[in-house]
């Protein structure tokens, strides 16, 4: 059988991901703090290289647009690095979803996390007979949640060996392994029927995308007739300024902090669901309601800023402190 040019690319990409996710986590049954300290130094230091890699030089106004196009094509390669590398830090400091959120006063960050998986099901109107796809999943937690309080099916899709391994483990965990289903593919050309599933989400994953069409119509193909779609991302606001130094330098520290090839702003997001036939019944704002906590403050690592007692053990594991230890 002869492959095609993309399906040749992609099966490689697979195959090097595949490898370096057994080198870097050799032992998937060790406990956490356990995996992070005997990790192979010397191929997460290459594997660290290899990522940054991906962004040349220290200016992003001096970046030619061949290096920006060839980094979004290669977001693939990109986004895994990222999570071969940060996915058992994320997994220790912040828990098993990874993702930012609103906070209320009095609410532990669990609590917090898991009302905002909940809120975006419930707008949806996801129903227990729901089948329901999770486009880049992660290691399970958003699909567990959502799965716990609609009843709905939940079929995580990842292009990540070691996330979708860590899910399926954590979905026998919590005796949801019969009602959650985990694949491994690109969600820019998702191995799955046209018509199929009756909702699909993204929380904070399609920012990973090399173009929004893309993922976005695939997620407008495999939706049966009157499905819906339901979005978290994170994304740059009207404020932003593509001849502002600053801003393109903030923006940069974002991509490069986060295994993003390129931010874009909600307005391109809104419009790019329209162009690929989706109907935008609600847009909105997250960060922009005048929250006394900040939806950014748990990454800040302050002690003093714990919104409850259970947040102490997180707030210490993502301070300076913790975030040395785990290196």
Not at 160 to 171: F, M
Not at 175 to 193: Q, S, V
Not at 216 to 245: H, M, Q, S
Not at 260 to 276: D, G, P, Y
Request: negative net charge.
């Amino acid at each position: 059988m002869k492959l095609s040019s993309t399906a040749t690319d992609t099966t490689t990409c697979n195959q090097e991901d595949l490898f370096m996710s057994m080198r870097l986590h050799a032992n998937h049954q060790k406990c956490l703090f356990s995996k992070l300290s005997n990790r192979n130094h010397e191929t997460q230091r290459a594997a660290v290289e290899n990522y940054l890699d991906n962004w040349k030089g220290e200016r992003p106004e001096d970046e030619i647009e061949e290096a920006r196009t060839k980094r979004q094509n290669e977001y693939k390669a990109v986004a895994n690095s990222y999570y071969n590398l940060a996915t058992d830090f994320y997994e220790c400091g912040w828990g098993r979803s990874f993702h930012l959120c609103r906070i209320y006063r009095g609410e532990p960050l669990y609590q917090v996390m898991v009302r905002y998986e909940h809120y975006l099901a419930a707008n949806m109107n996801i129903q227990s007979h729901y089948k329901v796809l999770d486009i880049g999943s992660g290691i399970g937690g958003p699909a567990s949640q959502i799965c716990h309080f609609t009843g709905a099916h939940i079929t995580g899709l990842n292009n990540n060996d070691y996330q979708i391994n860590r899910a399926k483990k954590l979905a026998v965990e919590a005796g949801l392994d019969e009602r959650t289903t985990f694949i491994k593919g690109d969600f820019m050309h998702m191995p799955i029927t046209s018509n199929s599933f009756d909702a699909c989400y993204a929380i904070e994953a399609t920012v990973h995308a090399s173009t929004l069409e893309g993922v976005y119509g695939e997620a407008y193909r495999i939706l049966k007739p009157d499905g819906v779609f339901g979005w978290y991302e994170c994304v740059l606001t009207d404020n932003f300024d593509p001849t502002d130094l600053e801003h393109l330098r903030i923006a940069r520290g974002i991509e490069i902090g986060n295994g993003i090839t390129k931010m874009r702003t909600a307005k391109e997001c809104v419009q790019a669901l329209k162009n690929v036939g989706f109907g935008v019944e609600k847009a909105f704002d997250s960060a922009a309601n005048g929250d006394k906590i900040k939806w950014y403050s748990p990454l800040q690592g302050d002690i003093l800023k714990a919104n409850s007692v259970w947040d102490y053990p997180t707030l210490l594991r993502t301070s300076y402190f913790g975030r040395t230890t785990a290196m």
